[in-house]
Nanobody, 115 residues
Framework: QVQLVESGGGLVQAGGSLRLSCAAS????????MGWYRRAPGKQRELVAR???????NYADSVKGRFTISRDDAKNTVYLQMNSLKPEDTAVYYC?????????WGQGTQVTVSS
């Protein structure tokens, strides 16, 4: 089992920045990749950014150049640095940890970007 706890969401004006954190605990040795997903009102959940155990990263086209995913293995934490935020980035952001057999989700953190 893997437990994930997100933090760092909030309200920010367009053009501002936020940093989300996701702390993992439990069977962290089994994690192959971690990622951030988001669900905007009335839309399906979508991948925002993902980082593998080998440090390969990929991003949604809509956030490339603005968001950066990183991790601190000493703290078992993954971060999502979000810059130049836009109103369309408003969503609940979820942390995900993927293992060979299953995936785990955090509880979600709300990000609201005002225009």
């Amino acid at each position: 089992q893997v437990q994930l706890v997100e933090s760092g969401g909030g309200l920010v004006q367009a053009g501002g920045s936020l940093r989300l954190s996701c702390a993992a605990s439990g069977s962290i040795y089994s994690i192959n990749a971690m990622g951030w997903y988001r669900r905007a009102p009335g839309k399906q959940r979508e991948l925002v950014a993902r980082i593998t155990s080998g440090d390969y990263t990929n991003y949604a086209d809509s956030v490339k150049g603005r968001f950066t995913i990183s991790r601190d293995d000493a703290k078992n934490t993954v971060y999502l640095q979000m810059n130049s935020l836009k109103p369309e980035d408003t969503a609940v952001y979820y942390c995900n940890a993927a293992t060979v057999v299953t995936g785990y989700w955090g509880q979600g953190t709300q990000v609201t970007v005002s225009s």
